[in-house]
């Protein structure tokens, strides 16, 4: 191995001295941990610029502060400047007014070109991540959004790296090894069929103009339905995923593969693209446990904490494919530094930052942890009064669970909505709360149904070899810093000791 090709802490850290860096995405998840992780270890970054929807200057400013720096993530770096925090983020981090679905992101032609002349680094972590969700939002989001950050960096005459967030389900859910490759345009994952992505544009764009007329409930309607068919119809399982296949073609094909012979991108850039599995709390630093948003295997742990979930779909032997977000902003600062002004390359270089070839951990480790935690620490009603924690039944089968669905809840729906009928909504109320049980169920299954017997394992070959080119620091502690080898992670102790108690502080609360 080449000195040069050696990655180490002190090689990151100094990496970002200087730079200027563009991030969507980061009022999400794991954008506030990726701007937190670039100010508390590299204070004399440039400048980190940070696109957030708002109607003006100072909306802008006011998310920035309120949804991101004022946050509990950034006590490290609060603590570390003290007084002087709020001039510090003052000098570092600039809020843009604008939104990635429109053309120049919102941005003025003056503000523009002064990104184009002073960026060295785009990190894309916008996104939006309904599975069901509208197509024509996703799309909007999901591909154009990508469009348009790629025709940014085009201009950028100094641009370093361009680095893409994914997701590893967007290669598909077929069981066995799936590769970290680049998606090629018009490729899909049910054999024979052709995406085009324009094709997909212009349908969207034609629904849209078919049903304008209609309320906006119907308009929902058919834009979820129409995203999930053309999910289905191409292979995929959900919207969300299949939009961000699409938004990596548009990334490969704008960046990567350029008609003239001009570089793709005029800084001669490197590209790349992270695809994290199912992203769980901190597990190290700056806060462990912290997290936002409920995670895919969070309405397990909430349903159990509430007890209002006595059944769930699933393989407890199954392996869930989780990874600590700041292990996934470690791999990412790791690569976009690996790829900086790198030249050459048709494809982008693919990283699938997971656990379950390395480190696999099943559903039922999750579950020991969390009946293990709640009968230690039992939860307390309203009342005081202490809430007994109850076994859970998983069903295998999407049958067996279909057929205790419809004699558990539907078929004491039918008959209470009769008896109702015939003696004047006497038991509405046990009605609408078996009614609300129901939906409750019905709704975490929607949500966690794709990942509930899934049988793919992610390869990260790419990310193991990045892992292999990082090096002992001079300052052993400094090791630890960029650490992304799912390995070293204890699974049972980290669900236990940090992510369901960091579910109960931040989610539940």
Same mark, same amino acid.
């Given at each position: 191995?080449?000195?040069?090709?050696?990655?180490?802490?002190?090689?990151?850290?100094?990496?970002?001295?200087?730079?200027?860096?563009?991030?969507? @995405?980061?009022?999400?998840?794991?954008?506030?941990?990726?701007?937190?992780?670039?100010?508390?270890?590299?204070?004399?970054?440039?400048?980190?610029?940070?696109?957030?929807?708002?109607?003006?200057?100072?909306?802008?400013?006011?998310?920035?502060?309120?949804?991101?720096? $004022?946050?509990?993530?950034?006590?490290?770096?609060? $603590?570390?400047?003290?007084?002087?925090?709020?001039?510090?983020?003052?000098? =570092?981090?600039?809020?843009?007014?604008?939104?990635?679905?429109?053309?120049?992101?919102?941005?003025?032609?003056?503000?523009?070109?002064?990104?184009?002349?002073?960026?060295?680094?785009?990190?894309?972590?916008?996104?939006?991540?309904?599975?069901?969700?509208?197509?024509?939002?996703? *799309?909007?989001?999901?591909?154009?959004?990508?469009?348009?950050?790629?025709?940014?960096?085009?201009?950028?005459?100094?641009?370093?790296?361009?680095?893409?967030?994914?997701?590893?389900?967007?290669?598909? $859910?077929?069981?066995? *090894?799936?590769?970290?490759?680049?998606?090629?345009?018009?490729?899909?994952?049910?054999?024979?069929? !052709?995406?085009?992505?324009?094709?997909?544009?212009?349908?969207?764009?034609?629904?849209?103009?078919?049903?304008?007329?209609?309320?906006?409930?119907?308009?929902?309607?058919?834009?979820?339905?129409? @995203?999930?068919?053309?999910?289905?119809?191409?292979?995929?399982?959900?919207?969300?995923?299949?939009?961000?296949?699409?938004?990596?073609?548009?990334?490969?094909?704008?960046?990567?593969?350029?008609?003239?012979?001009?570089?793709?991108?005029?800084?001669?850039?490197?590209?790349?693209?992270?695809?994290?599995?199912?992203?769980?709390?901190?597990?190290?630093?700056?806060?462990?446990?912290?997290?936002?948003?409920?995670?895919?295997?969070?309405?397990?742990?909430?349903?159990?904490?509430?007890?209002?979930?006595?059944?769930?779909?699933?393989?407890?032997?199954?392996?869930?494919?989780?990874?600590?977000?700041?292990?996934?902003?470690?791999?990412?600062?790791?690569?976009?530094?690996?790829?900086?002004? $790198?030249?050459?390359?048709?494809?982008?270089?693919?990283?699938?930052?997971?656990?379950?070839?390395?480190?696999?951990?099943?559903?039922?480790?999750?579950?020991?942890?969390?009946?293990?935690?709640?009968?230690?620490?039992?939860?307390?009603?309203?009342?005081?009064?202490?809430?007994?924690?109850?076994?859970?039944?998983?069903?295998?089968?999407?049958?067996?669970?279909?057929?205790?669905? *419809?004699?558990?809840?539907?078929?004491?729906?039918?008959?209470?909505?009769?008896?109702?009928?015939?003696?004047?909504?006497?038991?509405?109320?046990?009605?609408?709360?078996?009614?609300?049980?129901?939906?409750?169920?019905?709704?975490?299954?929607?949500?966690?149904?794709?990942?509930?017997?899934?049988?793919?394992?992610?390869?990260?070959?790419?990310?193991?070899?990045?892992?292999?080119?990082?090096? =002992?620091?001079?300052?052993?502690?400094?090791?630890?810093?960029?650490?992304?080898?799912?390995?070293?992670?204890?699974?049972?102790?980290?669900?236990?000791?940090? !992510?369901?108690?960091?579910?109960?502080?931040?989610?539940?609360?």
């Amino acid at each position: 191995m080449m000195a040069s090709d050696r990655l180490d802490a002190e090689r990151i850290i100094e990496y970002f001295k200087g730079k200027s860096i563009l991030i969507t @995405g980061a009022t999400g998840f794991l954008g506030k941990i990726l701007v937190e992780k670039i100010l508390r270890v590299q204070p004399d970054v440039k400048k980190i610029y940070l696109l957030v929807r708002a109607i003006d200057q100072a909306s802008a400013n006011q998310r920035v502060q309120s949804e991101v720096t $004022e946050t509990e993530l950034f006590s490290v770096v609060k $603590e570390k400047h003290g007084k002087g925090f709020s001039r510090f983020i003052e000098e =570092k981090v600039v809020a843009l007014a604008g939104d990635i679905i429109y053309d120049d992101l919102g941005l003025d032609p003056p503000l523009l070109q002064h990104l184009a002349d002073n960026l060295d680094v785009i990190v894309n972590g916008a996104a939006t991540t309904n599975f069901y969700g509208r197509y024509d939002v996703s *799309l909007d989001v999901n591909v154009l959004g990508v469009k348009h950050l790629c025709q940014l960096a085009k201009k950028c005459r100094g641009l370093k790296v361009f680095l893409h967030v994914s997701t590893a389900y967007a290669g598909g $859910e077929q069981e066995g *090894l799936i590769q970290e490759r680049a998606f090629e345009e018009g490729w899909a994952l049910r054999e024979g069929m !052709h995406l085009d992505v324009d094709a997909e544009l212009r349908l969207v764009a034609d629904v849209r103009r078919e049903v304008e007329d209609d309320d906006d409930k119907a308009r929902r309607k058919a834009m979820k339905e129409l @995203g999930l068919a053309r999910a289905r119809h191409f292979g995929w399982s959900n919207t969300y995923v299949f939009t961000k296949a699409m938004g990596e073609m548009v990334l490969s094909r704008m960046l990567l593969q350029s008609s003239s012979p001009a570089p793709a991108i005029t800084g001669a850039g490197g590209v790349v693209v992270v695809r994290p599995s199912i992203i769980t709390s901190i597990q190290r630093d700056p806060v462990p446990g912290w997290m936002q948003g409920t995670r895919t295997i969070d309405t397990l742990i909430i349903g159990y904490a509430k007890q209002n979930l006595s059944c769930f779909l699933g393989d407890l032997d199954l392996v869930m494919d989780v990874i600590p977000g700041d292990m996934v902003v470690n791999a990412m600062m790791a690569a976009a530094v690996a790829h900086s002004g $790198e030249v050459g390359r048709e494809k982008p270089a693919v990283y699938h930052v997971s656990s379950s070839l390395r480190n696999p951990a099943a559903y039922s480790v999750l579950y020991e942890a969390g009946r293990r935690h709640f009968t230690e620490k039992p939860r307390v009603g309203k009342r005081g009064e202490v809430i007994p924690t109850k076994e859970m039944h998983f069903f295998k089968t999407i049958a067996s669970f279909q057929v205790y669905m *419809l004699v558990k809840y539907r078929l004491p729906l039918e008959i209470l909505h009769l008896v109702n009928l015939l003696l004047c909504g006497l038991f509405s109320r046990l009605h609408s709360n078996l009614a609300r049980q129901y939906r409750y169920v019905m709704h975490l299954v929607d949500v966690y149904g794709p990942f509930a017997f899934f049988k793919g394992c992610f390869d990260d070959i790419n990310l193991e070899r990045l892992r292999q080119r990082m090096g =002992k620091s001079r300052n052993p502690q400094d090791d630890e810093m960029f650490n992304f080898d799912p390995k070293t992670i204890d699974w049972e102790d980290y669900f236990y000791r940090i !992510h369901i108690p960091g579910v109960l502080k931040y989610i539940l609360k």
